[in-house]
Nanobody
Framework: QVQLVESGGGLVQAGGSLRLSCAAS????????MGWFRQAPGKEREFVAA????????AYADSVKGRFTISRDNAKTTMYLQMNSLKPEDTAVYYC???????????????????WGQGTQVTVSS
């Protein structure tokens, strides 16, 4: 079992920045791809970004490309999401997730992730 804990959310004005962290603990983290998803009120959970264990594969939703950057520190078993130029439409609960299947190319499908954190709220004011 892998436990995931997100942090770094908060309230920020449009155009501002936040950095989210996802700390993993429990059984081995080795080989797992990781992803960020978000869910706004009344909407379905949507893919934001993902990164493979080796960092050789990354993926971003079109809506965040050029503004968000995903990274990970495997030694610290922590993943990050640097969010710049934030917009009100980025407001959501952000979740980190772990995919234990050894993929070469990351998946963007929520159902293919095995472990989930509790989420951290990001609110962007206009």
């Amino acid at each position: 079992q892998v436990q995931l804990v997100e942090s770094g959310g908060g309230l920020v004005q449009a155009g501002g920045s936040l950095r989210l962290s996802c700390a993993a603990s429990g059984r081995t983290f080795s080989g797992y791809s990781m992803g960020w998803f978000r869910q706004a009120p009344g909407k379905e959970r949507e893919f934001v970004a993902a990164i493979s264990w080796s960092r050789g594969s990354t993926a971003y939703a079109d809506s965040v490309k050029g503004r968000f950057t995903i990274s990970r520190d495997n030694a610290k078993t922590t993943m990050y999401l640097q969010m710049n130029s934030l917009k009100p439409e980025d407001t959501a609960v952000y979740y980190c997730a772990a995919d234990r299947y050894p993929r070469v190319v990351v998946t963007t499908t929520p159902d293919e992730y095995d472990y989930w954190g509790q989420g951290t709220q990001v609110t962007v004011s206009s």
